[in-house]
Every structure is written in structure tokens, then in C-alpha cells.
């Protein structure tokens, strides 16, 4: 059982390691790397709540509460944007089904735009940039929609 294990667990951590693209600052690389795979998660798996938690306090305040009036599932359905069958759209946060991390960019201010390929369940598919931003030793994503 032992040997039908180890190998096992070898592909299984070699299919999660896919390499990302990362530019910037390499003092802050596997932390970033590391809190945008777990926003890659949670969006996969569709945990609202716990999404909300990591988004950039002050851009949830006024994206959330002052221009949608706290309309949650607005302000989420309109978080991932990007161009779809031709044309700029967003994919409501609900229907995304499989993330791919693609690349990671260092900007300043402690900033880096984040691309994520998403698709929804009947396989369209968007390339979107999100930021993520470190305040302190946080980070918080935001995004230029909302």
C-alpha cells in the first residue's frame, strides 16, 4: 500500500506546483504566490464569505457598501472581468469552475497585478487581472472593475 502511495502523491504534488509567471521582488515571491493560490481556491470553490475576507478593506467599502448599496452578489458578479466571445464581459462568481494562476506582477507600492484564467460550467473562458496588495504582513486582492 506504502508504494502505491508514495508515487501517488508525487503526481498529485506535481500537478498543483504548475509554475506561474512572477515578476517582482522576490523577498515577497512565495507569499504571493501562496495568497494567490488560495484566492484560486476559494474562488473554485465558490466560498463567498470567505472570499469577501480577503478583499482590500477600503476598496470593499467603497465599491461594496457606497456604490452597490451592499449588494454582495453584484459586487462579486462583477469582480472577474475580462474579454469573452469577443467582447468585454464579467463571469459571475457563482458560475466559475476551474481558476488557472497564470502570471504575477510586481508593481510598486507593494502592488502586483495577478492574471488568472477562469472558465464557467459551459466552458467560456476569460483571462482577468486582479491586484493584490501587502499592507504590513497582509494582502488583500481588489480589482479596477467593481
Given at each position: 500500500?506504502?508504494?502505491?502511495?508514495?508515487?501517488?502523491?508525487?503526481?498529485?504534488m506535481?500537478?498543483?506546483?504548475?509554475?506561474v509567471s512572477?515578476k517582482?521582488n522576490?523577498?515577497d515571491?512565495?507569499?504571493?504566490?501562496?495568497?494567490?493560490?488560495?484566492?484560486?481556491?476559494?474562488?473554485?470553490?465558490?466560498?463567498?464569505?470567505?472570499?469577501?475576507?480577503?478583499?482590500?478593506?477600503?476598496?470593499?467599502?467603497?465599491?461594496?457598501?457606497?456604490?452597490?448599496?451592499?449588494?454582495?452578489t453584484?459586487?462579486?458578479?462583477?469582480?472577474?472581468?475580462?474579454?469573452?466571445?469577443?467582447?468585454?464581459?464579467?463571469m459571475?462568481?457563482?458560475?466559475?469552475?476551474?481558476?488557472?494562476l497564470?502570471?504575477?506582477?510586481?508593481?510598486?507600492?507593494?502592488?502586483?497585478?495577478?492574471k488568472?484564467q477562469?472558465?464557467?460550467k459551459?466552458?467560456?473562458?476569460?483571462v482577468?487581472?486582479?491586484?493584490i496588495?501587502?499592507?504590513?504582513?497582509?494582502?488583500?486582492?481588489?480589482?479596477?472593475?467593481?
Amino acid at each position: 500500500m506504502k508504494y502505491f502511495l508514495i508515487p501517488l502523491c508525487a503526481i498529485f504534488m506535481l500537478s498543483c506546483s504548475s509554475s506561474v509567471s512572477y515578476k517582482g521582488n522576490d523577498d515577497d515571491k512565495a507569499e504571493v504566490i501562496k495568497f494567490s493560490r488560495h484566492i484560486q481556491r476559494i474562488m473554485t470553490i465558490g466560498e463567498e464569505a470567505h472570499f469577501l475576507k480577503h478583499v482590500k478593506p477600503e476598496y470593499l467599502n467603497e465599491q461594496l457598501t457606497t456604490n452597490l448599496g451592499g449588494d454582495t452578489t453584484k459586487f462579486l458578479n462583477e469582480f472577474f472581468c475580462g474579454k469573452m466571445n469577443e467582447k468585454q464581459s464579467c463571469m459571475p462568481f457563482q458560475e466559475i469552475m476551474k481558476v488557472k494562476l497564470l502570471e504575477i506582477n510586481g508593481q510598486k507600492n507593494n502592488t502586483f497585478s495577478v492574471k488568472y484564467q477562469i472558465e464557467n460550467k459551459v466552458k467560456e473562458s476569460m483571462v482577468t487581472e486582479v491586484y493584490i496588495s501587502k499592507k504590513e504582513e497582509t494582502f488583500f486582492i481588489y480589482s479596477a472593475v467593481g
